[in-house]
């Protein structure tokens, strides 16, 4: 791989050398750009998402988001979100469908390079506990499986491994995609460090560094600059 011999290139600017030990961008560690990021907080307005213990998905979804986009955005990435407050995307009396292809609608007006829905999970079982990667039926499970990855390694939460499925989210995107399943809120102590601030920040770093393995192992914009 290139990343014992990295060949520094410089782009118009200067000092950008794109590999994960020497990528810097105007003297700093700039692993994602140029990069564009689509960050999906599951939920939101009248769509709560599971609820248990008085904790709504939609709310852990998007303080997760929030931190997750101020990382990636240190990182050099461009990052776009769904939403960034407690509402849905499609006009009220719209439908559920309407509010879901508003989200990837986000992403095709963005010219992204890939979109990351983040969820809670709710099982009725409330001792299933741990985290879960999706990406689309018939498409690639690299970027779903960076993340989970990373996730597991780092907040060691239980892998609950990495499925195809056919969420809305992921079936309509053109680019490649992946829904995120943090965590079960059925579960109350899990529930507990879904809502805690540290494990939060715990989660969006693991999440950005699946990210940054993403970029660097799959992608082939970055690729073909690393390897050139
Ligand atoms: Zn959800």
Redesign the pocket.
């Known amino acids: 791989m290139h990343f014992d011999t990295c060949s520094q290139q410089n782009d118009d600017f200067g000092n950008y050398f794109h590999c994960y030990n020497c990528c810097i961008y105007g003297g700093e560690f700039k692993p994602l750009w140029p990069t564009t990021i689509v960050l999906d907080p599951?939920?939101g307005g009248i769509y709560p998402?599971?609820v248990h213990y008085n904790i709504r998905?939609a709310d852990v979804?998007l303080a997760v988001a929030h931190k997750l986009r101020e990382k990636l955005i240190m990182l050099g990435a461009q990052v776009i979100m769904t939403r960034t407050g407690d509402n849905n995307l499609a006009p009220l009396g719209s439908s559920l469908t309407a509010d879901l292809q508003a989200r990837v609608d986000v992403a095709r007006k963005s010219s992204a390079d890939i979109f990351v829905s983040l969820?809670?999970d709710s099982n009725s079982d409330i001792h299933m506990t741990g985290a879960a990667g999706y990406y689309p039926t018939g498409g690639s499970s690299n970027l779903a499986r960076a993340i989970q990855t990373a996730i597991v390694i780092q907040t060691e939460a239980k892998d609950n491994g990495v499925h195809s499925a056919n969420f809305y989210v992921l079936l309509h995107n053109k680019i490649p995609s992946a829904l995120i399943?943090m965590g079960f809120l059925s579960n109350r102590s899990e529930a507990s460090r879904l809502i805690d601030d540290t494990y939060q920040n715990l989660l969006a770093d693991s999440i950005c560094k699946g990210i940054i393995s993403y970029f660097l192992f799959f992608a082939t914009t970055t690729e073909s600059i690393c390897d050139s």
Do not use: D, I, L, T
Request: aromatic share 0%; no cysteine; charged share 20%.
């Open positions: 599951g939920h998402g599971a998905e979804n969820h809670a399943e």
